[in-house]
């Protein structure tokens, strides 16, 4: 299918979505504001080509045994070829992934690895296929968990083919900050907070921060509360006041409004909908009585 320039935002509503794609024709994929999580592709055979959004020279081919790891908000276009055979996943990034998501960069603005013929190509084909069983076609409440252990499997098995540590110093500037962030995670945290944690200006650290991450500290704090909430939300029968306040928001009425935007559903539906269905992957669901109280601000 050729989807011409037709822009493509990614569909992500929860940690990680993925998919299986062996092309059959030219498909093209236009993201002038790149997407909103991250983006990793796997070469299993076959050629996608991949630019800077209206940067025709700024490109690279992505080819058998190629993965490539696209943060947040890059404006990239993806020329697909028949016969690209290629495994894909948007994902949230875990605190604890922040080193292993510095690769090399290439000309088109995403991250590369070359991963050589052998146990290293059939370990991440595997972790792949694991996503996308957990994703697409799995009933178990914890298949989101296990899609991000197989995600974290495959960047393990890639952080040993990096070339050297360059960014050791880069690292530990930011280690402060997510010190900081895991000691006082149910409490106000301020950017001058992170800053002074770190022993960088606000500018400094949030400049670092996003290089490392894919966002700015205080986006990347609040996937991370959000990320809490959907387990106490289907592993708890915590009210969803309780809740708000245990990943450190004080107003529910701003953490619905957070989690519905995040997510597509109000905190109550998307506990509803997990216990009957496992973990969520649209959004849509309609908001309930409780929430619609704490949007209009009742008690």
Not at 38 to 55: D, E, I, P, S
Not at 128 to 151: G, Y
Not at 168 to 184: E, N, P, S, V
Not at 284 to 298: F, K, M, Q, T, Y
Request: aromatic content about 10%; hydrophobic content about 35%; some cysteine.
């Amino acid at each position: 299918m050729n989807r011409g320039a037709q822009p493509n935002p990614s569909p992500l509503s929860s940690l990680i979505c993925g998919g299986h794609l062996p092309l059959r024709g030219k498909d093209v994929v236009v993201r002038p504001t790149g997407t909103a999580d991250w983006l990793m592709v796997f070469t299993l055979r076959g050629l996608g080509h991949f630019t800077k959004h209206g940067q025709p020279d700024s490109f690279f081919d992505h080819r058998t045994g190629i993965i490539s790891l696209t943060p947040p908000h890059t404006a990239l276009d993806v020329i697909g070829y028949p016969g690209w055979n290629h495994y894909w996943a948007h994902f949230l990034p875990r605190p604890h992934w922040t080193g292993w998501l510095d690769w090399p960069e290439s000309p088109a603005g995403c991250r590369i690895l070359s991963i050589p013929p052998g146990t290293g190509r059939r370990t991440v084909a595997a972790a792949f296929s694991r996503i996308v069983q957990c994703t697409t076609t799995s009933i178990s409440p914890n298949r989101e968990e296990f899609a991000m252990l197989a995600l974290e499997e495959i960047l393990l098995t890639c952080n040993a083919l990096k070339p050297g540590q360059r960014h050791r110093l880069f690292d530990a500037k930011i280690d402060g900050c997510l010190k900081y962030i895991a000691g006082h995670f149910s409490e106000s945290i301020r950017l001058e907070d992170l800053a002074q944690a770190s022993r960088q200006s606000v500018s400094r650290i949030s400049h670092l921060f996003r290089q490392a991450t894919g966002f700015p500290p205080m986006q990347y704090l609040e996937h991370l509360r959000l990320e809490r909430a959907m387990r106490l939300l289907t592993g708890t029968s915590m009210p969803v006041k309780q809740i708000a306040a245990e990943v450190g928001f004080d107003d529910p009425l701003y953490f619905t409004k957070r989690f519905h935007r995040q997510t597509g559903y109000s905190p109550r539906a998307y506990r509803e909908k997990s216990h009957r269905h496992g973990i969520l992957r649209h959004p849509g669901a309609p908001l309930n009585e409780e929430d619609r109280r704490l949007l209009r601000g009742d008690q």
